[in-house]
Nanobody
Framework: QVQLVESGGGLVHTGGSLRLSCAAS????????MGWFRQAPGKEREFVGA????????YYAESVKGRFTISRDNAKNTVYLQMNSLKPEDTAVYYC?????????????????WGQGTQVTVSS
């Protein structure tokens, strides 16, 4: 059974930064791509970014490109989401997800395991 545990969410002012972490267990972490998604109240879950098995390729939603950075430490079975220049519209519950694919994908249905989510609130 794969378990994903996010941490690092919180309340921050506009322009601030947060770093989310997602610790994984139960799957050979270094073999599979990982993704970050978010869901704001009343909205569908949306893709934020993804990273391939090696960390060599990353993909981002246009809305976060240039502000957010995904990285991973395969020795620690952990993936990170560094969020800079945060905006009120970034407010959401952020989820990490694991896919069986080695390549990064933005397709929600490609991910078969999800964390419980961590709240990020950006005040104006």
């Amino acid at each position: 059974q794969v378990q994903l545990v996010e941490s690092g969410g919180g309340l921050v002012h506009t322009g601030g930064s947060l770093r989310l972490s997602c610790a994984a267990s139960g799957r050979t972490f270094s073999t599979y791509a990982m993704g970050w998604f978010r869901q704001a109240p009343g909205k569908e879950r949306e893709f934020v970014g993804a990273i391939d098995w090696s960390g060599g390729s990353t993909y981002y939603a246009e809305s976060v490109k240039g502000r957010f950075t995904i990285s991973r430490d395969n020795a620690k079975n952990t993936v990170y989401l560094q969020m800079n220049s945060l905006k009120p519209e970034d407010t959401a519950v952020y989820y990490c997800a694991s896919t069986k694919l080695p390549i990064a994908t933005m397709t929600l249905n490609s991910y078969d395991y999800w964390g419980q989510g961590t709240q990020v609130t950006v005040s104006s």
